[in-house]
C-alpha cells in the first residue's frame, strides 16, 4: 500500500495541472506526504483511495494568505486532504556546528535519556 501512494504521489506530481502556488510548492509537499506514507500504512491506503494531487494542492493553495503559507502549514493542510481531521508533528534541533563538519557526517548525537514511542507496544 505504501508503495502505491508513493507511486501515486509521484505520477500525479508529474502530470498534474497546477496553480501558480501549487507548481511551487508540489515537490515540497510531494516529498512531505510521501515520508507520511512510510510513517503509517493506514495514511498511505487514504492518499491510494483519496483525491488526487492536483485536488490536494488546489486545497492547499486555498489556504494561502497574501502570497504565502508556511511549509509546516502547506503539510498540514495537504495530510487533513487526504485525511480529514489529521495533523502532523515537527521537531526542529539545531547543529551549531553543521558549517564545519565533513558533508557526509552525522551530527553529533546528545544523549536523550530512553525514548518510548508507546506505538511499539502494540
Do not use: H, W
Not at 491506503?45 to 509546516?72: H, L, P, T, W, Y
Amino acid at each position: 500500500m505504501i508503495d502505491q501512494a508513493i507511486q501515486k504521489l509521484r505520477e500525479e506530481a508529474k502530470s498534474g495541472k497546477f496553480d501558480k502556488y501549487g507548481a511551487v510548492m508540489k515537490t515540497a509537499v510531494c516529498g512531505a506526504l510521501e515520508t507520511f506514507c512510510r510513517q503509517d500504512e493506514e495514511f498511505a491506503q487514504a492518499v491510494v483511495q483519496g483525491g488526487s494531487f492536483s485536488d490536494c494542492m488546489a486545497a492547499v493553495a486555498k489556504k494561502v494568505k497574501g502570497n504565502g503559507i508556511s511549509d509546516m502549514e502547506a503539510y498540514g493542510e495537504a495530510v487533513r486532504f487526504y485525511f480529514p481531521g489529521a495533523g502532523i508533528d515537527v521537531k526542529m534541533t539545531i547543529d551549531l556546528c553543521a558549517s564545519v563538519r565533513e558533508k557526509d557526517a552525522p551530527p553529533a548525537a546528545k544523549p536523550a535519556g530512553v525514548v518510548l514511542d508507546l506505538s511499539d507496544f502494540f
